[in-house]
């Protein structure tokens, strides 16, 4: 199916179904020193940044200083049924994470700069497919219940997740995720 026809499919799934949108990771919480980068969790009204091409010496692109937050626009969250949601940042098992949730669903963008695709979990994965994002490598982890996650790998060990819960409607979830992640790849560094 082309882009803005799978994309436009998403967007009315999610208004025809009520979807809202709710993040997996809101009740973890993280031991540790919190640092200025994820200081408290707040609301706040997302602005597109411009893509990132900062690289570190033989590691390749770097996600230092990349606001997950920033790589969905508030266009990107209308065309996926989220106009209006306030993003809630957070930090999730040692990611930078921005989760928009309405009640039964959920879109989270996870910044992971120490694991790449072979590091993260996938033991609760129903299915597991190796796919193209964009430029960049990736996969797809479909969870029982409704999850579903986009991994797309920045480096050998450092990725973004993009992670979408449908609770009212679990196949919906996979078909979410991969819409948002195609709006969020572009905006990541590239090797």
Known sequence: MPRASLLRTVGVLALAAGLGLSSQGCTRSSNGTPSPATATATSTTV??????????TNAGPSLAGVDPCALLTAAD???LGLAG???DRATVAGRLACNWSKPGAGLGVYVDQNRGLADLNTNRATRV???????????LVEKPGGYCDIDIAVTEKSS???????????????????????????????G
Request: hydrophobic letters at 35%.
């Open 47 to 56: 602005a597109s940044a411009p893509p990132t091409s900062t690289t570190t």
């Open 160 to 190: 973004v997740t993009v992670s979408m819960t449908t609770l009212d409607n679990p196949p919906a979830a996979c078909p979410a995720a991969e819409s948002a992640a195609a709006l969020v790849e572009p905006r990541l560094p590239r």
């Open 85 to 87: 949601v306030q993003a």
């Open 129 to 139: 497919e190796d796919r193209t994002v964009g430029s960049h490598q990736g996969r």
């Open 77 to 79: 969250l209308t065309q």
